[in-house]
C-alpha cells in the first residue's frame, strides 16, 4: 500500500449494528473509519422494524468494541439479561455509538458506485495500488466521490425483501397486488396498522422468525377481534423442525417464537397451507387470490405478508472483484458454512476476514449482507466479523485468524434453500430435516451435533 493510501480512511457503507461495529473495531486498531449511511440516523433498517422484539438480549447484540468506545462517553449499559425491542436496540446503543464516532459517520449518504481509483473491473495493471472510490449521492441531492483505503459494505439486505413468488421472481400480478401486500412484520400497536388487519383475513407466506411474530401477533388480535384469520403459506410440509428449535433452542426467545406460532394454528387462528410455491396472486371481490405453480387456488383473502426472506443488493458493487457463492451470494468460503440446504438448524460456524475475502484485496461484505440469501444471521457473528477485518486491514493476521465466538444454535430449521414436493405435507420430514442434538459450535474445533 503506497503512503498516500495509507493515509485514507477504511470506508464503511452502512450504519447498522455492524457498520458502526466495524467502525469501533477500526479506530480499536488505530485505523480511520468513514461511515457513510444513506438513512437520516443510526440504524435506519432496525428503526424500520423497532417495534419487534428481538430474541437476543442486551449482552448478546452489543459489540465489545463498541462497549469500549462507549464506556468513556458516560453511556448507561442497559441490564444484559433483557430484551430490547428494534427502537431500543437504535436508540439505546446504535445512536449512542454514532455519536461517540462522531464526524466519523455521514448521513443522507447513499453508496452508488465503488471501484478501484481509475480501474474497472476489467483492468488488472496497478489494480492493488490503486484506492477504492465510492460514488455516492449527497443529502443536497448532489454526487461526490470519496476515496478510501478499503471498503466494508455492511449494508444489509433489509431493502430488498424476497418477492412472493415461489420461483424467486415477483409473482404474477404481484405488482398489480402491491396495495394489499406488505414485506414488513406490522405494528398491530399502531391504529392505523391495526385497523388494516383486524377483522381481516390474511395470508401470511413464510416459515421464518418474522412469519412466527406475526402468526403470534395476528392470533393475539384474533382473541380480541373476531373474524382475524391468518393463511399461513409454506413452501414445505410441517414437520418437527417447522416452528424452530422450541425449548432446545439456545435463545431461548427465538424457540418461544416458534412456540406462539405453533399455539396460533393449534388454537384455529391460523390455518397451514403447505406445499404452496406461489405462481399468481389475482384480484377477486374485494379480496386477493393466491394459485400455486400446481394450479392450487387459496380461499381468497383481505391482505397478504410476505417474509419469505431478504437478498443483497449488489448493484453498487459491479465494479469489484467479488467471489460469490452461484447459490447464496455469499462470499464463497462463507457460503458453506450457512448454506439453509445443509444448516438447516442454524449450525451457524463463526468466521473471520480469510472466509470473507474477495479476489479484490481489501474489500468485504460484513453483516447481514455477507450472509447473502441464507436466513441465519446473528449479530455477534458480524461483530466478530468486524473484529477479525479490522484486525486484518490493520496487518494483524494472527488476531485476524483467531475467532473465538461461540454461537447458539438450533431455531433457523429447514432454511430457505429446502424444497418439498407440493405431496409432502403434513407431517412429513422434509429433506435436510433437524439436526441432532443442539450443540456448541466454536471454531477450530469439531462441530458438535451438527447436521
Ligand atoms: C425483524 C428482525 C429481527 C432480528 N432479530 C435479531 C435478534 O434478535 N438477534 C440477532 O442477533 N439478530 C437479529 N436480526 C438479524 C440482524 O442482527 C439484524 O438484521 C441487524 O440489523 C443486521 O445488521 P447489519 O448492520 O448487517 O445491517 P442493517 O441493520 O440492515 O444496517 C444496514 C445499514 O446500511 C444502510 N444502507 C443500506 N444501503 C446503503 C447504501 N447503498 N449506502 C449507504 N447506506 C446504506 C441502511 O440504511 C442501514 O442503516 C434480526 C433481523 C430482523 C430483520
Redesign the pocket.
Known sequence: MTEQQSALPVAV???????LAAAASLLERGLEPLV????AE?????RE?GH?R???TWD??IAPAAEKLLAPTGWQRPEGSTYPS?RDWAEQYLQPLADALGERVRYG????GVSRAGRDRVVDAGRDKQPFTLQ?TTPEGGEERILARAVID??????TPNPLGGNGLPALGERAAADRISYR?PDLNDPVVRARYAGRRTAVVGSG??AFTVLAGLAALAEEVPGTHATWVLRRGISDDTFGGGEADQLPA?GALGLRAKAAVDAGHATAVTGFRTESVTREGTGVVLTDEGGRHLDPVDEVIVLTGLRP?LT?LTELRLGLDERLQAPVEVAPLIDPNVHSCGTVYPHGAKELSHPEPDAYL????SYGRAPT????T?YEQARSVAAALAGDHEAAARVELILAETGVCGGSGLFDEPGTADGAQGEGGCCAAPATVQIGGPATGGC
Open positions: 457503507i452502512g450504519a447498522g449494528p455492524v457498520g457513510l449511511e444513506a438513512g443510526a440504524g435506519t433498517a432496525v422494524w419487534v428481538l430474541f437476543s448478546e447484540v428494534g449518504v447513499r453508496v452508488t455516492v455492511a449494508s444489509g439486505t433489509w431493502n412484520v422468525a418474522s427465538r443488493d453498487h460484513l453483516g447481514m449482507k444471521f446473528l449479530a455477534m458480524g
